[in-house]
């Protein structure tokens, strides 16, 4: 599986962006977002299963969205009301399973990893 991220780029406080991730290869797994500013851990950020279940950081719930477009192998991240804390660079990764039960958040166990796109966000 390969993964290529787009979208990041440098906003504003309280503006949107949209980041993809186009996948290829077998992709029926989980897709999921982590971000990592230089220094700290990696953080997850969000989840969704092949079936559309999602689960989101405490940090980003009610202001991100994540979703999937299963016939193009690709996962959306929709970032509203983006502060200047979410200043990332932002990886989406496949965890190969079925269901977020066993998703492991600390990015450990997740099996495949793009390159990476720079969300900056100024205040």
């Known amino acids: 599986v390969q993964l290529q991220a787009s979208g990041g780029g440098l906003v504003q406080a309280g503006d949107s962006l949209r980041l993809s991730c186009a996948a290829s290869?077998?992709?029926?797994?989980?897709m999921g977002w982590f971000r990592q500013v230089p220094g700290k851990e990696r953080e997850f950020v969000a989840a969704?299963?092949?079936?559309?279940?999602?689960y989101y950081a405490d940090s980003v719930k009610g202001r991100f969205t994540i979703s999937r477009d299963n016939a193009k192998n690709t996962v959306y991240l929709q970032m509203n009301s983006l502060k200047p804390e979410d200043t990332a660079v932002y990886y989406c990764?496949?965890?190969?399973?079925?269901?977020?039960?066993?998703?492991?958040?600390?990015?450990?166990?997740?099996?495949?990893w793009g390159q990476g796109t720079q969300v900056t966000v100024s205040s």
């Open positions: 290869g077998r992709t029926g797994y989980v």
């Open positions: 990764a496949v965890h190969a399973s079925y269901g977020l039960a066993s998703v492991d958040l600390s990015g450990a166990r997740w099996d495949y």
């Open positions: 969704v299963s092949r079936g559309g279940s999602r």
